[in-house]
């Protein structure tokens, strides 16, 4: 092979789509070298499509052991050196570096954001020794054909070095907080306990957690104040219809039983009927956090996994590129080719030829912006390959999303109906739907219930059916779940679209968090309440923002990385100088902390035979087997006990057998499939499977 | 001094967190006088049943209810 063109993508799939596109004949030859695929492809001249694994190269400490802080002296260097389990990262370098040496050109066509700019940048400057400066940038938004080769026929005639020198100070200083907060942490614990555990925090999962145990203190130290409501039925025209009491919380009791004796059975006369029109216009574009928000309150999916999801479907050229945080939709994206195309799917069809007909498209934007990307939108290619359910189902979000943006105006109706019964006053509200507009485009995921009202004219009388007085509480604050949390998180500014998720999901690794509502756990609190002691500049969110505002700056070159760096070793420095000087009491709390964490955990619920234990996992001091014991045992009271399986892990799994209302536990055992033991022996569940096996046997 | 309920370091007689609740049940108490006549006694055995109750709050409930203090 002569001289080539060295193309470097992010994802090995994103090297396959962009070799087809750039193929004069769309067939790329697939080459692999110790399982490193890349793909020669010929257009104007040879070309060489050669992907990366994300990050290939990472932070890491210069010289110097583990188990020491403060480290401040860092460099980059490749990942299979600096962590555990990323040994397929060295094939990978030395494959790309191979290739480099005889490539004449070298082309940037990792995702056109911070951490695309800086894996492509990592990659020219170390893998291909310093090639960055001679680099040209492929930028596009979608995997589609004729925008690659649009990209590739004008490339940026270099790399966007103020992105990459945003993207590289964020990777330094979350470095430098991570690794000393987290030593800092773990060695105080294991200095103090002699036994070691991974303790972690960092710039953003500090003040994540921090914010959580905020909530979780409201939650755990409420108190409920009673309240009452009145709730009435009307009967009119044959039709059962609920009304309002005029106060929505009467808070004495004895009111509220006087209005319930002042109305029943009492006939009441509708005083005023009241039409109100109202528009509502139509939703706008979805950036990355509105549609993982969507796609949560939808489907239950997780904004990691919809960010994994939208991934898939952006390497198949399904969607636009997924992380962005922009809400508009420019018309470069040509709306008509895409609705044109999407209206040769069936289901679609309909839909997409009724905006076709409209004279103008003009789609409704939000306010965010992304100077990278458009807001996320369909490419209007079809699938090729069966897509799995959850990806079928994010992607009709998204077109529908879509389409529902170049909707018009909904128009509603909504009545309120005053009746006065007895001097008090009860309101029934009807709402109904004039005109459709988006909200034809954006069905099934469009909430809208009618109620409709029969005709009902003022001066009419109506008699009260059944008036009750509802005894009510007031709630605590809700928890929060990943999806608001995800929406907290990008309220307050802190983290990026890229990382929030997975910020998220090591709350939940560390084992600070549990539960898909958030339950902050004993170490969670522990982590905090030291932090918050000892270094409270690390979990402040109002620090953190000021951090993540200077950062951005440095995009528009108007921040410089080394201030960002200092700035980040001066905050800290004085932290773990304090933590240091008390590695003594923060050990003691922090093994504390891990002791109740421990204990936490083995606790099942309550105990079914005594009522007023708690059912642990214990274990045998003779035996040293495992097994479900009632901490009343310890006063005498109570001898209940159940065996437990001595092999793999055991964890309560919050939730009760559906079949007698027993606590149940999950077991896992190494290369098996975890499942779920309900350990009462009388179990109907036990005895059904039992007679079930039994004909089967027979049969 | 160590908190009565958990034996984390006390404020007073509690630790911050279950100080905090314990705040909480005696400023609520006149609330709930408001809203029904009801006993101290009352009104912690109230607070102990409803699941709203924080965690802490019950702590602090349970223990009021041991010592048959205020």
Known sequence: MGKYTLIITEKPDAAQRIAQALDSKGKPKKVEENGVPYFLAHRDRELVVVPALGHLYTVVHERGRRNYYPVFNFKWAPRHLAERGAKQIRPWIETISKLANDAEDFIAACDYDLEGSLIGYCILKYACENKEGVAKRMKFSTLMKSELEKAYEEPLPQLNFALIEAGRTRHEVDWLYGVNLSRALTLAARRWSGRYSTLSTGRVQGPTLNFLIGREKKIRSFVPTPYWEIKAEVEIKKSTCEVEYERKRIEKKAEADAVVRACTDKIGEVKEVSVRKFRQKPPVPFDIGTLQTEAYSLFGYTPRRTLGIAQRLYLDALISYPRTSSQKLPPIIDYKKILTALSRKPAYKKLASKLLEKEELKPREGAKEDSAHPAVYPTGKLPERTLSEPEKKVWDLVVKRFMAVFGETAIKQSVKVRLEVNSHNFFLRGRRILKEGWMQFYKPYVRAEEVLLPPIKEGETIRLKRVIRDDKFTNPPPRYNPSSLLKKMEELGIGTKATRADIIETLYNRRYATEERIVVTELGFGIIDILNKYAPRVVSVKLTQELEKKMEQIQSNKEKRENILLEAVEQLKPQLEQFKEKEGPIGEALSNAIKRARMQERIIGNCPTCGTGTLMILYSRKTRKRFIGCTNYFKGICKTSFPLPQRGTVKPMGKNCSSCGWPLVRVQIRGRRPWRLCFNPDCPLKEERRKRDEMQNLQ | ?70
Do not use: F, P
């Open chain 2, 1 to 70: 001094m160590k908190c009565r309920i958990c034996n984390r370091e006390a404020v007073e007689k509690y630790c911050e967190l279950h100080e905090k609740a314990y705040r909480s049940i005696v400023q609520k108490y006149d609330d709930w006088k408001r809203a029904i006549d009801i006993s101290w006694k009352e009104y912690l055995n109230e607070l102990l049943k409803n699941s709203y109750t924080g965690s802490w709050a019950k702590e602090v409930a349970e223990r009021l209810m041991k010592d048959g203090d205020r």
